[in-house]
T-cell receptor, first 114, second 115 residues
Framework: AQKITQTQPGMFVQEKEAVTLDCTYD???????LFWYKQPSSGEMIFLIY??????QNATEGRYSLNFQKARKSANLVISASQLGDSAMYFC???????????FGTGTRLKVLA | EAGVTQSPTHLIKTRGQQATLRCSPI?????VYWYQQALGLGLQFLLW???????NRGNFPPRFSGRQFPNYSSELNVNALELEDSALYLC??????????????FGEGSRLTVL
């Protein structure tokens, strides 16, 4: 069965430091996509970054990078130079190519400390 | 370009009443998803609509229903409200689910409180 696991319910990071949010996934499909979303306290889910299963290079979007290790089935989000505005809930998600399915993890709450 | 819009932002109802939530997808997106997010919990898949039809539903009772209109906007109805229906209801749209351009774009959500 397809599953996303986020083992860190909460994380703290000092402002301007880097932080890694863990995500492991489970699927027997060969073609899939991995996403990270940010959910501030306002509730909206903000798309951050995408990695396709066939992409050879790790995705990067500004201060966000996705550390994709296919053999380990991990897709960790790295946020560099943390800012106070990065404090939010972060969800890892997976889509299976050719299907409607989007599977979400339980989320990690990140708190950036001044 | 307008994003996914949801209304109302907040809704307060009492047990037994009905709630109707609305969602307009991004222009050109034909797929609409509904998720329920209870306080402090993750996203639970409710319904998926594509091209005007309900394609799949999550593990929710039949009192959760909805529809998608010809303009691809969607409505979620919750009948016979129960206290545990209190949650943030998120709508999302996608251009092409399950492809490399198929990320979900979310609205700001409708927060339903059942008293």
């Amino acid at each position: 069965a397809q599953k996303i696991t986020q083992t860190q319910p909460g994380m703290f990071v000092q402002e301007k430091e880097a932080v890694t949010l863990d995500c492991t996934y489970d699927t027997s499909d060969q073609s899939y996509g991995l996403f990270w979303y940010k959910q501030p306290s306002s509730g909206e889910m903000i798309f951050l970054i995408y990695q396709g299963s066939y992409d050879e290079q790790n995705a990067t979007e500004g201060r966000y990078s996705l550390n994709f290790q296919k053999a380990r089935k991990s897709a960790n989000l790295v946020i560099s130079a943390s800012q106070l505005g990065d404090s939010a809930m972060y969800f890892c998600a997976m889509s299976i190519s050719g299907t409607y399915k989007y599977i979400f993890g339980t989320g990690t709450r990140l708190k950036v400390l001044a | 370009e307008a994003g996914v819009t949801q209304s109302p932002t907040h809704l307060i109802k009492t047990r037994g009443q009905q709630a109707t939530l609305r969602c307009s997808p991004i222009s050109g997106h034909t797929s609409v998803y509904w998720y329920q997010q209870a306080l402090g919990l993750g996203l639970q898949f409710l319904l998926w609509y594509d091209e005007g039809e309900e394609r799949n539903r999550g593990n929710f009772p039949p009192r959760f229903s909805g529809r998608q209109f010809p303009n691809y906007s969607s409505e979620l109805n919750v009948n016979a409200l129960e206290l545990e229906d209190s949650a943030l209801y998120l709508c999302a749209s996608s251009l092409d689910p399950g492809t490399s351009v198929g990320e979900l774009f979310f609205g700001e959500g409708s927060r339903l409180t059942v008293l």
